[in-house]
Structure formats: structure tokens, C-alpha cells
């Protein structure tokens, strides 16, 4: 007799195993600014791509296995330039898209004996900011539309949260580059603080200093969908103009935390309302006649 297990067991450890393997991934943030949509990825390999191109303004990010999320991203190649051929190249949508890798994506996780761990974000610029759209995919073909902002892979929960702090509608490209490097740097911040609070010798991911080290030009994998641009809208940020942008989105935050810090220092330094400040610091002695004598005994 062969040994059973029941469907909705089965459903459950493939979802764990799934979660498990994106879990090891490094998080990516997806977030909309004024002029289109960023994508930023945490990516030391100049050869393997998180962030591709699907069509003319659509744009891909994944997490997770590289070669099964590699599958994927040529399948939807294919559907799109398919579609664009058979029909219009207008009938090419972020959202069929998404459908599409839904479908196959639950088509795998229900019958396949392994599930693909991966996690997708597909975005499409439009004419105007309120026409973005951003579309989140998990292992189990779910689709969630994320206006404005998205975090997936590794400790997306944490991203997020910082994230959704700093993200604002109408910021420029190196506000928005600073947002998602301060979210990236969320997870490592917390694990710093953890092990440095455990054992004051242990090592980890960080500066001398006890702080997490900065994501450089190297480390990251940067892409665009610009709203200028006419038909291909995708553009990778590298090299020289990806060090300008990090030098001025961390000389722009210094430059707030600098601002908040002086803030908080004159507020402090501020008397309360009602208090009245008091020669020598202490309150004044009674005056009048005394009414104890030496002693200490009160006067009747």
C-alpha cells in the first residue's frame, strides 16, 4: 500500500518548502516616482539578471531559484511578442502578463511534485503616474496589484514596513533610490543589532562600527521604466551614473537626519509651558516670619 497523505498536508509542505527557498533569497523593492518606476535588487553578478525586460514597457523582477525564474521570464517573452504580433502591440499588458505567469505558476504548484520557489513582480509604466501598475506573483499563482510601492523575496515584511515609512507620491529618482536603500538595509540593520545584543564578539555583515555596511554601485542591480522614453522604456543604471545617484540619495538623507536631529535637540532644549526658570536653579526660600523654632518643633 502505498503511503497516503492527505491533499491539504501535501498543499501545505510545498507551500513551506516554497517559502523556505524565496526566504533565502535577497529582498527587492519595486517603487513608482515621477518620472516611472524603479526597480532595485540586491545583485553582485553582472551576468545574471533579477531585472529584464519583457516588452516595450513592461519590466520583470524575480527572487528565488535562477533557473526556474529564468523559465519564466523567456515564457513571457515569448507570450508577449506573440501577442503583440498576432494582434496589437497594444493588447500587451502588465496584466495579462501576470495572469499568464499565474496560470502557469499554479498549474505548477498543484501538480508538479516540487513547486518553483520563486517569487515575480511585474510592472508597466503608463502615461501618467495614476495608469502604473504594479503586480505582485508568489509560487502559488496568487496575484496582488501593489499600488505604488512593492517589497517580495527574503524579509520582505521588514522591507515593506520601512518602505511604506518612506515612500511618497511625486518623489524624484534619487528620493526613490534612497527610500529603497534605506528598506534594503532594514533586514541587515535588525540582525546586526540581534547578534550585537547575544554577544558583543560575534561577527556579522557590518561596519566597524556596529552598523550594517553599505550597499555600493556593485552590490546592486538598478533598472528604470521611464515615462519619457518612447516605446522601450527599460534602462539599467550602472557604472558612473549609478555612483552619482547613491552619492546624492545618502547626501540627501544625511542631510534630513542632520535636520531631524537638530530639530529634536531644539525642542528638547525648550522649557515646558507654566515653568518659570528660578535663581540658582532652585526654588527661592519662604519669606515672612519663621514658624518653627530651634528645634525644629513648630511654633503654636
Not at 516670619?289 to 511654633?299: A, C, F, R
Request: glycine content about 8%; some cysteine.
Amino acid at each position: 500500500m502505498p503511503f497516503y497523505v492527505s491533499p491539504e498536508q501535501a498543499m501545505r509542505d510545498k507551500a513551506d518548502y516554497a517559502r523556505r527557498g524565496i526566504a533565502r533569497g535577497r529582498s527587492c523593492v519595486t517603487l513608482q516616482y515621477a518620472g516611472g518606476i524603479l526597480m532595485v535588487a540586491p545583485n553582485a553578478s553582472s551576468a545574471l539578471h533579477k531585472i529584464s525586460e519583457i516588452y516595450d514597457r513592461i519590466a520583470f523582477a524575480a527572487v528565488g531559484r535562477y533557473t526556474e525564474y529564468e523559465n519564466l521570464r523567456k515564457a513571457g517573452v515569448t507570450y508577449a511578442d506573440l501577442t503583440g504580433y498576432q494582434f496589437d502591440r497594444t493588447d500587451v499588458t502588465g496584466r495579462s502578463i501576470a495572469n499568464y505567469y499565474a496560470q502557469n505558476l499554479d498549474t505548477i504548484f498543484t501538480q508538479s511534485f516540487k513547486p518553483y520557489e520563486v517569487e515575480l513582480v511585474v510592472a508597466q509604466v503608463g502615461a501618467r503616474p495614476d495608469t502604473d501598475q504594479i503586480y505582485r506573483i508568489t509560487f502559488d499563482g496568487s496575484v496582488t496589484d501593489e499600488p505604488g510601492f512593492v517589497a517580495f523575496g527574503g524579509q520582505a515584511d521588514q522591507v515593506a514596513t520601512v518602505l511604506k515609512e518612506r515612500f511618497s507620491d511625486g518623489m524624484s529618482l534619487t528620493e526613490a533610490l534612497g527610500a529603497a536603500l534605506a528598506a534594503l538595509a532594514a533586514p541587515s540593520s535588525s540582525s546586526s543589532s540581534s547578534s550585537s545584543s547575544s554577544s558583543s564578539s560575534s561577527s556579522s555583515s557590518s561596519s566597524g562600527n556596529g552598523q550594517p555596511a553599505e550597499l555600493t554601485a556593485d552590490d546592486l542591480e538598478v533598472a528604470i521604466l521611464d515615462r519619457e522614453r518612447a516605446h522601450r522604456t527599460f534602462r539599467r543604471l550602472r557604472g558612473a551614473r549609478l555612483e552619482e545617484l547613491l552619492a546624492e540619495s545618502r547626501s540627501a538623507a544625511a542631510a534630513a537626519a542632520a535636520a531631524a536631529a537638530s530639530e529634536d535637540s531644539a525642542a528638547a532644549e525648550e522649557p515646558a509651558a507654566g515653568d518659570a526658570p528660578t535663581a540658582g536653579g532652585s526654588d527661592e526660600p519662604p519669606t515672612g516670619p519663621s514658624t518653627t523654632s530651634g528645634d525644629g518643633t513648630p511654633k503654636l
